[in-house]
C-alpha cells in the first residue's frame, strides 16, 4: 500500500485565491511527522510545513496551513492569497518515528498552476 | 551559511561507467539523506547517515551503488557500471534533527 497519496496530480488557482492541495498517508505508527514541500520548476526541493502527530493544533507557517484530520489520516495543504510565484510542484510527505524512523515517503505529487 | 550543495549540477555518462556525486550538507548538520527522483514521481529514499555512521539503505539501493561519509561531513554517491535506469535526479538533504530535511539543487544524471 502507498504510504502517501496525492490524488490531484495538477490543480489551478486564481492568484489571490486559496487552494487546498490533497494529502492522505497510511500508517500503524502513533508517531509520525508529516511535511509539505514545494519543488519550482528549478528543481530544488523547499520544505514548507511540519505537522506531529501528536500536536493538537494545525501547523501554520505564514501563508501555508496544514489542514489534519487524524481519523481520517488526511493532511491536506491550504496555501492562502496565492501568488505567482506559488506556481510548483507540492510534495506531501511522512516519517514514522518507530518503524521506519529514518525513512520519508514522498507522494506523486500535485503540479499547482497560478492563474494572473 | 550557503545550503546544502552538490556537485555535479548535471552528469552525462556512458552505460557501464562509474559516476559519483558529492553532497556537502549545512555545517554542523549531523544527519545526511541520499534519495533518486525521476521523472513525475517524489523522492525515493535510498540511505541515511547519522555523522560518519550509515544507519539505513533502501532495498532500492542495489550493489552497484554504495554511498560514504567518512568524516561526518561532505558524503558521496557512487554508481557502478552505470545502466538507463539509472537515470534521474539524485537529491541530498540534511538536517539537524527529526523533523527536518533540506534539500540540495541535486544531481542530474543521464545515461546514454
Known amino acids: 500500500a502507498q504510504k502517501i497519496t496525492q490524488t490531484q496530480p495538477g490543480m489551478f488557482v486564481q492568484e489571490k485565491e486559496a487552494v487546498t492541495l490533497d494529502c492522505t498517508y497510511d500508517?500503524?505508527?502513533?508517531?509520525?511527522?508529516l511535511f509539505w514541500y514545494k519543488q519550482p520548476s528549478s528543481g530544488e526541493m523547499i520544505f514548507l510545513i511540519y505537522?506531529?502527530?501528536?500536536?493538537?493544533q494545525n501547523a501554520t507557517e505564514g501563508r501555508y496551513s496544514l489542514n489534519f484530520q487524524k481519523a481520517r489520516k488526511s493532511a491536506n495543504l491550504v496555501i492562502s492569497a496565492s501568488q505567482l510565484g506559488d506556481s510548483a510542484m507540492y510534495f506531501c510527505?511522512?516519517?514514522?518515528?518507530?518503524?521506519?524512523?529514518?525513512?520519508?515517503?514522498f507522494g506523486t505529487g500535485t503540479s499547482l498552476t497560478v492563474i494572473p | 551559511d550557503t545550503g546544502v550543495s552538490q556537485d555535479p549540477r548535471h552528469k552525462i555518462t556512458k552505460r557501464g561507467q562509474n559516476v559519483t556525486f558529492r553532497c556537502d550538507p549545512i555545517?554542523?548538520?549531523?544527519?545526511l539523506y541520499w534519495y533518486r527522483q525521476t521523472l513525475g514521481q517524489g523522492p525515493e529514499f535510498l540511505t541515511y547517515?547519522?555523522?560518519?555512521?550509515?544507519?539505513?539503505k533502501s532495498r532500492l539501493l542495489s550493489d552497484r551503488f554504495s554511498a560514504e561519509r567518512p568524516k561526518g561531513s561532505f558524503s558521496t554517491l557512487e554508481i557502478q557500471r552505470t545502466e538507463q535506469g539509472d537515470s534521474a535526479m539524485y537529491l541530498c538533504?540534511?538536517?539537524?534533527?527529526?523533523?527536518?530535511?533540506?534539500f540540495g539543487p541535486g544531481t542530474r544524471l543521464t545515461v546514454t
Open positions: 555545517s554542523e548538520h549531523n544527519r
Open positions: 510527505a511522512m516519517r514514522e518515528v518507530r518503524s521506519t524512523g529514518n525513512q520519508f515517503y
Open positions: 538533504a540534511s538536517s539537524l534533527s527529526w523533523a527536518e530535511q533540506y
Open positions: 500508517t500503524s505508527d502513533q508517531s509520525y511527522g
Open positions: 547517515f547519522q555523522n560518519e555512521a550509515q544507519l539505513e
Open positions: 505537522q506531529g502527530s501528536y500536536d493538537e
